[in-house]
């Protein structure tokens, strides 16, 4: 826009500059010629060849649209070409001017046309003379530059636009292929690598990148392995000392009184121990994504009702949607993983669960969602509470692994589901899950 300002401002000055040479030099011209006439008038005053008036009608050569104006104090002197227009016409700061002796230029408007007015004094004849040209033409020029230079302007913008977003585009590709490459790997696609970039800065950063992405694959695999072979080793050890405890506490009278108890409190570590390990083992299987789907069609009601009973809730509430689908194809050892986990976990640390309920949602999703009357989660521990050995401030000093709800969220992702707690109207929790309506039957 600046360019388009100067570059207008820079072609009016020329041309307006341009037009007043030319009016001036031609007006100049023409009041020399009208000086001779009025000498030549004055020496023979009969002669009406001689007269200005003849002269201006005859000889005096105008621009077309053009008119010349002559002021004198004579007041029979003829003042303009065709009679029409006189000297109170023309700008008054002009003709003071040059009535105090000296020529000038100045545009106005005269019946709604703009001129550029010349001034000029003829000293010898003590009077003014006023030529004036047609400025329509500059005008039109000007507004034909002007909209030339708009045109151009948004043109050139138009491509320049055009040409910044390709560029920006073509430059920032590789960038974008970085962050989906990251995005991938974010979302478990360890695997995930950048091919060579012909541009050296390019190819070095995909290199750094793969790099990265190499050290991080090998750790969490070597992460991951450690806590599989871990769990592994243990769980030999750990299925002898259960069997060695159960053992023991089969033959509970036996013993004293004291050692009974100190006897409960290994049976209950030992068990706790021993459901740990199962959970880390599920858990390295879910992480080295050894598990697959088994989907089929279940009656989820009845699905529902079972897994309730199994984990400690058979008398437990199910308030299911009237539009809920009886039939629906799910992977039944996952789903009966997040919702007994659920059930259990308000039966642990929620003071029991009151109710199950089941709806349909958005975006053919079936929504489950376990109700407790407990203590509830504080809104700052909503989130971690689903991460692995996390436990919410209620559950502190409870019973249990600290994997439960991992391996909820673990599953019900695995299911194209999620996962969240929210507040139970009245108070307690409230942990709700979804899973895709795969196929629906009436």
């Known amino acids: 826009m600046v360019l388009i300002g100067v570059t207008y401002g820079f072609a009016r000055n020329n041309l307006l500059e ?4 030319s009016a001036k030099l031609q007006a100049f011209d023409n009041a020399a010629a009208v000086a001779e006439q009025l000498d030549a008038a004055l020496l023979d005053p009969t002669n ?4 200005i008036g003849n002269y201006f009608d005859d000889e005096l050569r105008t621009e077309p649209g053009g008119f010349a104006v002559l002021s004198s104090e004579n007041p029979e002197a003829p003042r303009t070409q065709t009679e029409i227009l006189s000297v109170s016409d023309l700008p008054a700061e002009l003709v003071d001017h040059v009535r105090d002796e000296s020529s000038g230029l100045e545009y106005t408007t005269i019946d709604g046309n703009v001129f550029a007015v010349v001034g000029v004094y003829i000293r010898r004849h003590d009077t003014g003379y006023f030529e004036a040209f047609p400025a329509d033409d500059e005008g039109s020029t000007l507004r034909a530059l002007l909209t030339a230079l708009g045109l151009g302007g948004l043109g050139t913008l138009v491509l320049a636009t055009l040409f910044g977003f390709s560029t920006s585009r073509r430059l920032l590709r590789p960038l974008s292929r970085v962050a989906d490459a990251a995005e991938d790997i974010a979302s478990g696609g360890l695997d995930t690598r950048l091919d060579s970039e012909s541009d050296p800065d390019l190819d070095r950063l995909a290199s750094s990148f793969n790099d990265m992405a190499d050290a991080v694959q090998t750790r969490l695999e070597r992460e991951a392995r450690f806590a599989s ?3 592994h080793e243990l769980r ?5 000392l259960t069997a060695a405890v159960e053992v023991l506490d089969a033959r509970r009278d036996d013993i004293p009184e004291r050692t009974q108890q100190a006897l409960e409190i290994v049976v209950s570590q030992v068990r706790r121990f021993d459901s740990m390990v199962i959970d880390l083992l599920e858990l390295s299987r879910l992480d080295a994504g050894a598990t697959d789907l088994n989907v089929e069609t279940l009656d989820i009601i009845d699905l529902t009702h079972r897994v309730a009973a199994r984990f400690g809730s058979p008398d437990i509430d199910v308030d299911v949607d009237k539009r809920t689908p009886r039939e629906v194809d799910v992977d039944k050892v996952r789903f009966e993983r997040v919702l007994g986990n659920l059930i259990e976990n308000a039966n642990h640390h929620g003071g029991g669960a009151l ?3 089941v709806v349909p949602s958005r975006n053919k999703m079936l929504r489950f969602a376990v109700e407790d009357g407990g203590p509830g989660v504080a809104r700052s ?3 971690r509470i689903f991460e692995r050995f996390a436990r919410g401030s209620a559950a502190r000093h409870r019973i249990g692994t600290g994997l439960g709800l991992a391996l909820a969220s673990e599953h019900s992702n695995a299911m194209g589901g ?3 707690v929210e507040e139970r109207a009245g108070g307690g929790a409230r942990f709700v899950f979804e899973i895709p309506i795969k196929k629906a039957t009436a």
């Not at 341009?18 to 040479?21: I, L, N, Q, V």
């Open 355 to 357: 109710l199950v309920e």
């Open 381 to 383: 521990e909503r989130d």
């Open 418 to 420: 999620a996962i969240w």
């Open 48 to 51: 009406p060849d001689l007269s």
């Open 18 to 21: 341009e037009r007043s040479d």
């Open 229 to 231: 072979d871990v769990s």
């Open 236 to 240: 030999s050890p750990i299925t002898a």
